[in-house]
T-cell receptor
Framework: KAGVTQTPRYLIKTRGQQVTLSCSPI?????VSWYQQTPGQGLQFLFE???????NKGNFPGRFSGRQFSNSRSEMNVSTLELGDSALYLC????????????FGPGTRLTVL | DQQVKQNSPSLSVQEGRISILNCDYT??????FLWYKKYPAEGPTFLIS?????DKNEDGRFTVFLNKSAKHLSLHIVPSQPGDSAVYFC????????????FGPGTRLSVLP
């Protein structure tokens, strides 16, 4: 079966711009979590969506937002980009969430200049 | 304040020898622990997990040990192979508290032929 897909894979933006990233989980997986990975910080949890509702949220500013569609595809939006937002953004799908196994996508590498 | 710590950013081991990756956590509510492996340009993939009711879980060449009193877990890889060279993330969750996974910063393992 198809794995988790993320688009785009690479993105270059400038400060102040906004960006939208997309994630499609494995068919049948209804939970999607988003993570930011930076060197030395590991994976920092952004938020989790389940059945089109945000179920959990990490400690990120309001510039980071997301949504989920009825087909479980999820988008993450970052507004007013800052240099420190440069990172690898990973999404992970789960069947229901909780401690179900997470299946990660390959990530979107965002560079903010 | 990192709740999950991996104090060794990198580790080099000779092929055929044992690799030991360490992880410490601070939140006593964590009761489920996982290890993920990540290759460049790919998302993390699940490796092995352990529940807090156990102190050891084995899967082929991979064994995870949990010391709850010390809030410490370790991943042993025996024998190490060059294909094991990757970044290893330790993750923890409090399944009874609705917490999402908290990841450590990762340890880069290099297995030298």
């Amino acid at each position: 079966k198809a794995g988790v897909t993320q688009t785009p894979r690479y993105l270059i933006k400038t400060r102040g711009q906004q960006v939208t990233l997309s994630c499609s989980p494995i068919s049948g997986h209804r939970s999607v979590s988003w993570y930011q990975q930076t060197p030395g910080q590991g994976l920092q949890f952004l938020f989790e969506y389940f059945s089109e509702t945000q179920r959990n949220k990490g400690n990120f500013p309001g510039r980071f937002s997301g949504r989920q569609f009825s087909n479980s595809r999820s988008e993450m939006n970052v507004s007013t980009l800052e240099l420190g937002d440069s990172a690898l953004y990973l999404c992970a799908g789960q069947r229901r969430g909780g401690d179900d196994e997470q299946f990660f996508g390959p990530g979107t590498r965002l560079t903010v200049l | 304040d990192q709740q999950v710590k991996q104090n060794s950013p990198s580790l080099s081991v000779q092929e055929g020898r044992i690799s030991i990756l360490n992880c410490d956590y601070t939140n006593s509510m964590f009761d489920y622990f996982l290890w993920y492996k990540k290759y460049p340009a790919e998302g993390p993939t699940f490796l092995i997990s352990i529940s807090s009711i156990k102190d050891k879980n084995e899967d082929g060449r991979f064994t995870v040990f949990l010391n709850k009193s010390a809030k410490h877990l370790s991943l042993h890889i025996v024998p190490s192979q060059p294909g094991d060279s990757a970044v290893y993330f330790c993750a923890a969750s409090g399944r009874n508290y609705g917490q999402n996974f908290v990841f450590g910063p990762g340890t880069r393992l290099s297995v030298l032929p």
